[in-house]
């Protein structure tokens, strides 16, 4: 009964407001998708039936109600070189392959879903806490440069060129004159449009509407431009056909299923999933600050994994959770799973009965709105904090948007986190201290204060001075830490010297865990270490429940 009433909740706590927002989102959504489409050089049905799949999924089965999935550009810029690659190794074959690169595209999804659903069962989802707010601060910025770039190349057009070889391809020739002004204008509609509506209502989605006054100024206007349908013929394709998405029986006649084929997806695979992951857990641990509730990280990976292989056998792209259209969702009141469905099945409906319409969308208008998304996404705050944070956070939000922009989003969040690490354990090495104090029988105490661990075992070794110590010496743990086997080491190297003088030395208020592991390496320790606990601190961080009087009689 309770599993039931749990999972009634979370499908749904009020129809009404998730089914209107799930409409929202999916209005909102078209526009950005079909966009994507052309920043990875896909026909929109493709990332549209990827954006359903994965949307479908993750919604029913995934960790976050609310949360919102679909083709997103972190995911697309990653597949850019993939498709080109794939199109190349295609017309290398035996026989050439027309579109190779779609074919690869869609074994990188497949494996990318796999990657994700064995990050989620080796529970992999919690590490996302580690990435710390310069890195995704840098992460978003590159991203939104990343976006842009790809944008910019959209002013160009392809033409077919036949080199010495004879091998066929596409060049890119910049935009010039009357055609280049009328696109700059009709970007410049699409974005004012979007900014200014706002201002007037919420209740229409400002891209949607920009994408519909923009096209009918094409239509209407008889003007000469790029479009949806143009660009697809352009690239060699036949035309949007809206079609239920059913299993791709092609790609297993035309992909060679071999190690070389492995090699070449696996990189690609393996950032994007790394990338769905981040933004998609990033993405949740919004929603759960917005909705003060707390979804499952390592469950949302599986879900992403199993709709991104379920994508990528059905002919559509990979996906994952969308920041913007997540709080779209949850501004509009979606809380259940029912508001992620409604937008997968309306994302379905523009699929099967508004292909032919989705041809007419200019170039100019997507670009306008990827323009905009770029502005929104771009953190412009980091140019007014960049002075106010410590150095080494500056350095790492500069060195992952740069990182972003030259390689890709994964590595640059991979690099972050170490050089986040790095920082910290340089800092955390330098705050080992140990004050030394001499009892009335000469006895003298090293008190160690700050974390021990393998960053700070040197600066901990300088600490003391064996020769010269007196006959009996006594270090007390109690206001430190011992944190891993190279701090284990160090305290076994160091009773050694003194034993080889020697000298007397005894430990105290060590873990306990630390005192299992020295136990183990030597039965002398048994000596060495004192088992006594003679201090109501250590009572406080290791036991509570050792107290045996009240916490206001002990002297802190």
């Known amino acids: 009964m309770i599993f039931s009433q749990t999972t009634r909740q979370n499908f749904t706590q009020n129809p009404k407001n998730d089914i209107l927002a799930g409409i929202t989102v999916s209005l909102a959504m078209i526009p950005e998708v079909v966009a994507f489409a052309f920043v990875a050089q896909i026909d929109p049905l493709v990332a549209l039936s990827g954006a359903f799949i994965v949307g479908l999924i993750a919604a029913i089965f995934g960790g976050r109600p609310g949360l919102i999935t679909g083709a997103a550009g972190a995911v697309a810029v990653i597949f850019v070189n993939l498709i080109t690659e794939g199109h190349a190794k295609g017309m290398l074959f035996d026989t050439p392959i027309d579109n190779m690169g779609y074919f690869y595209l869609l074994a990188a999804v497949i494996l990318m879903g796999i990657i994700q659903i064995g990050a989620g069962v080796l529970k992999l989802g919690r590490f996302v806490r580690l990435i710390p707010h310069s890195v995704m601060m840098g992460f978003v910025n590159g991203l939104a440069i990343v976006i842009f770039l790809a944008q910019v190349r959209m002013f160009s057009h392809k033409e077919l060129e036949i080199g010495a070889d004879g091998i066929k391809k596409f060049i890119n020739i910049p935009m010039q004159g009357s055609e280049l002004y009328i696109m700059l204008g009709l970007v410049g509609v699409t974005m004012a449009i979007i900014w200014l509506l706002p201002k007037v209502t919420t209740k229409i989605p400002g891209a949607l509407v920009a994408i519909l006054v923009t096209t009918a100024v094409v239509v209407f206007g008889g003007l000469d431009v790029s479009t949806v349908g143009s660009y697809i013929i352009e690239g060699g394709g036949e035309g949007m056909k809206g079609e239920f998405p059913t299993p791709n029986t092609e790609l297993w006649h035309n992909l060679p299923i071999n190690f070389d084929t492995l090699m070449f997806i696996l990189p690609y695979a393996f950032l994007a999933a790394s990338v769905g992951l981040i933004e998609s857990l990033m993405t949740m641990n919004l929603v759960d600050e917005l909705t003060e509730t707390r979804g499952d990280g390592n469950r949302e990976c ?251 009689e002990y002297k802190l």
Request: hydrophobic share 50%; glycine share 8%; charged share 20%.
């Open 302 to 552: 599986v879900a992403q994994g199993a709709g991104n292989m379920v994508s990528g056998l059905f002919g559509g792209t990979g996906g994952c959770g969308m920041i913007g259209q997540t709080v779209i969702n949850i501004n509009a009141g979606g809380r259940g799973r029912l508001s992620g469905i409604t937008m997968a099945l309306t994302l379905l409906t523009f699929i099967l009965f508004t292909a032919q319409y989705i041809e007419q969308v200019p170039i100019a208008a997507l670009i306008g709105v990827m323009f905009m998304m770029v502005i929104e996404t771009f953190a412009w705050s980091s140019f007014r904090i960049i002075r106010k944070i410590p150095v080494a956070d500056a350095v790492v939000l500069v060195v992952v948007s740069a990182v972003t922009v030259i390689l890709d989003l994964a590595i640059a969040v991979f690099i972050g986190v170490i050089l986040s690490a790095l920082v910290f354990a340089w800092k955390s090495a330098t705050m080992i201290r140990a004050r030394k104090l001499v009892k009335e029988d000469g006895t003298k105490i090293y008190e160690i204060w700050g974390p021990l661990f393998f960053g700070s075992v040197q600066n901990f070794n300088t600490k003391f001075d064996v020769k010269t110590d007196p006959q009996n010496v006594e270090i007390d743990f109690v206001e430190s830490r011992v944190s891993d086997h190279s701090a284990i080491e160090a305290i076994f190297n160091l009773v050694n010297k003194y034993e080889a003088e020697g000298k007397t030395i005894r430990l105290k208020h060590l873990s306990e865990d630390c005192k299992v592991l020295l136990y183990k390496a030597s039965p002398k320790f048994k000596e060495v270490i004192i088992e006594d606990i003679d201090d109501p601190r250590y009572h406080l961080a290791a036991d509570p429940e050792r107290f045996t009087k009240p916490l206001s």
